[in-house]
């Protein structure tokens, strides 16, 4: 009833004060009940007792001094009471305060082994049982006699104080012209002479970048080593060598191969992370933007008729495609990938504007380029794998038997170096367990999945990737990559952390193959255009005959996405297909208020834009913006103007071009007046309605 220590010593001064007993006596009573440590009411009834014996005593006329002598020792006392007063107690009263007893002390030793392990844990690290950057190296290509193309890069990059002085610093508003102008050449007298000063004042350099294509490999390590060479090319891609090597000796110093115990890492975010994490691959962009010169010299040597000097650009960007997935990182095969739409882009415009130019032997050349096969997409996901399987086994104690655990405090810097990468502030992150991570280490260690666990699952999705993006059918690799998406929001974050912080969203990522072999086979389709017309003195006239004279179901992939269609307009083959809308205007432009008044140079005419990408947007099954619109009677495309590809362009980063949302997207189009990559048009009024 009343619980209260408090109030149970209060009852106890009531009962002992109702016999009116001396100071000694109620003092000593109420020591000896204290002791017993027994229930409320016990212990009112044992004070009662005792008072009732005292005041017997006192009856008797013993004095009190000599009642509290003979009582005997408090606590002995307070013992016998206290088993004299359990063993008045029911048999399931008793039992109950057994099972008590042994909870507590079962409470106790847990408590004991949760805290020895939480120390144990806390000096435990990880079973490196392979070197990431070991295997990753070996995975990438070695140069041969002909050297590293390193050498050439430099050689065309660099200014005199070693920085890139082609398309950074003071030459980049006018290498940024230059590609913002080059579509306009064929109609832009003023764009044309700025397009050609900026070649003529880097002719060197281009002429040094051409020699590319007898380089196929760029030979750059992912740790750059300390020779003069890798100097100059960190010095050219404007990064610090001390910081650099500084970083990289720190990672090695707290990360050895082999077994990582006995290690004191400055920094235990630097040790659990895998040091793929850690590599730079600045010359990503290096290689994009060299890839980009190169189609400007490409495009004007096409529209002088040079065809050889054309072919050596096709050559060089062909090996800068290959220089940029040498790392075996997804990031790479997309720099890849874009470098070879670039040059699939650029044949087009040279095929469909200047084909006479170009010898048979020249255009089984260009088709062979196209036709060569590209796995980087696929060798990236397995760059990744390593990636993951690294950090993998820093998290864990084991070398995946499955006798190990996870290490809370590699959990604990995973998270900070995740939070610190948003932050920049990655060196500092987690240098060393706090008070809260070794109390809830044993939690994470035990309460998340093994070693085995986790690469099993991250095998199985990252086996899915590949063999959706290996699969034949675009429809597969589509509903691959949502699967992929899907599993991974589903994936349990305090199960599996690893996984879930660190696993990609790149499910989306494997339909890049499919996006450039579209591009190639759009390339194929207009040197197959300029092959039948040699052969058989006029233009295909449907796309089936297309495709049975080069021997290629070329786009047929695509019939279910955004299907090609054929016709003769104007006398001249132009091909298409239905664009992001999937709403087919018969080629004609959409009639769009958002980019109406757009020009690309001051004071030009307003320009419709046309997008030349796979739909993206079908990956979501939805239309852009919920329009469906055709075109207005008497608007048509102009084949004496050229067409510009904008996709993945943003307004931000190119003054003056928007990204359309609509209209049909122009493949081919024969007589254009297309030069380079990028296509542009302009809407004519005074035109027929043109289509099939």
């Not at 004191?264 to 994490?277: C, G, K, Q, R, T």
């Not at 197959?528 to 040699?534: K, W």
């Amino acid at each position: 009833m009343l619980l209260i220590p408090r109030a149970t010593r209060r009852a106890v001064r009531d009962a002992v004060a109702a016999r009116g007993l001396p100071p000694e006596i109620a003092e000593l009573i109420a020591r000896v009940v204290r002791r017993t440590h027994l229930r409320h009411a016990e212990q009112v009834d044992i004070a009662a007792e005792l008072s009732s014996h005292f005041a017997e005593g006192l009856a008797r006329g013993t004095d009190a001094a000599a009642l509290v002598r003979d009582f005997g020792e408090v606590r002995a006392s307070a013992r016998r009471l206290r088993q004299g007063a359990i063993a008045k107690r029911s048999p399931a009263d008793r039992a109950m305060r057994l099972a008590l007893r042994g909870v507590g002390a079962f409470m106790v030793a847990l408590a004991f082994a949760y805290v020895l392990s939480a120390i144990w844990l806390s000096t435990r690290t990880p079973t490196i049982s392979f070197d990431a950057i070991a295997d990753a190296q070996a995975k990438m290509p070695v140069p041969g006699p002909e050297g590293s193309a390193v050498v050439t890069y430099l050689r065309a990059l660099a200014g005199p104080d070693g920085s890139e002085s082609l398309t950074k610093g003071d030459a980049e508003k006018e290498w940024v012209a230059a590609l913002t102008l080059l579509p306009r050449v064929s109609f832009d007298p003023v764009a044309e002479a700025r397009v050609r000063r900026w070649l003529e004042a880097n002719k060197d350099r281009l002429a040094a970048l051409r020699e590319l294509g007898d380089q196929p490999v760029l030979g750059v390590p992912l740790v750059l080593p300390d020779t003069d060479e890798m100097r100059r090319l960190l010095r050219l891609l404007g990064i610090s060598h001390v910081e650099y090597a500084e970083r990289w000796s720190t990672y090695a110093g707290a990360a050895p191969a082999g077994s990582a115990k006995g290690m004191n890492p400055p920094s235990l975010a630097l040790v659990m992370a895998s040091p793929l994490l850690n590599v730079e691959l600045p010359c990503l962009t290096m290689i994009r933007n060299a890839a980009q010169c190169m189609s400007v010299d490409a495009a004007i040597a096409a529209r002088d008729g040079d065809a050889a000097r054309f072919m050596r650009c096709i050559r060089a960007m062909d090996s800068m495609s290959g220089h940029a997935r040498e790392p075996i990182f997804i990031v790479g095969a997309l720099v890849s990938s874009a470098v070879r739409v670039t040059l699939a882009s650029t044949i087009v415009s040279a095929i469909e504007n200047h084909g006479a130019a170009f010898s048979d032997v020249q255009l089984e050349e260009l088709h062979s380029v196209l036709a060569s096969t590209d796995d980087g997409i696929c060798r990236g996901l397995e760059g990744e794998r390593l990636m993951f399987h690294d950090v993998i086994q820093r998290c864990y104690t084991d070398n995946g038997a499955g006798s190990g655990v996870a290490i809370a405090g590699a959990l604990e810097a995973l998270y900070a170096t995740e939070g610190s990468w948003g932050r920049g502030d990655g060196d500092d992150a987690a240098s060393s367990p706090d008070l809260l991570g070794l109390a809830v280490g044993p939690l994470v260690s035990f309460g998340t999945a093994s070693r085995r666990e986790v690469q099993q699952s991250v095998d199985r999705m990252y086996d899915a990737l590949v063999a959706a993006c290996q699969s034949g059918s675009f429809e597969d690799a589509r509903t691959a990559a949502l699967a992929y998406d899907r599993e991974l929001t589903s994936i349990d974050r305090l199960r599996n952390p690893v996984q879930a912080v660190l696993m990609p969203a790149i499910g989306n990522v494997i339909l890049q193959r499919w996006q450039l072999r579209r591009a190639c086979e759009i390339a194929q389709a207009a040197i197959g255009i300029e092959l039948f017309r040699r052969a058989r003195g006029r233009f295909p006239e449907s796309l089936d005959e297309l495709r049975a004279f080069v021997g290629s179901e070329l786009g047929s992939w695509l019939e279910g996405v955004a299907p090609w269609q054929y016709a003769i307009v104007d006398g001249r083959p132009l091909i298409w297909d239905p664009g992001n809308d999937r709403f087919d205007d018969a080629a004609r432009l959409s009639e769009s208020p958002r980019i109406t008044d757009l020009d690309l140079v001051p004071g030009g005419d307003g320009i419709r834009l046309l997008v030349m990408d796979i739909p993206w947007a079908s990956l979501a099954d939805r239309d852009f913006m919920g329009r469906r619109e055709g075109l207005a009677e008497g608007i048509s495309p102009d084949p004496r103007e050229s067409l510009i590809t904008v996709a993945g362009w943003n307004a931000a980063d190119w003054p003056g071009v928007a990204r359309p949302i609509q209209g049909d997207n122009a493949l081919v189009w024969w007589g254009s007046g297309a030069t380079g990559p990028h296509r542009l048009t302009r809407a004519r009024t005074d035109a027929p309605a043109a289509g099939p």
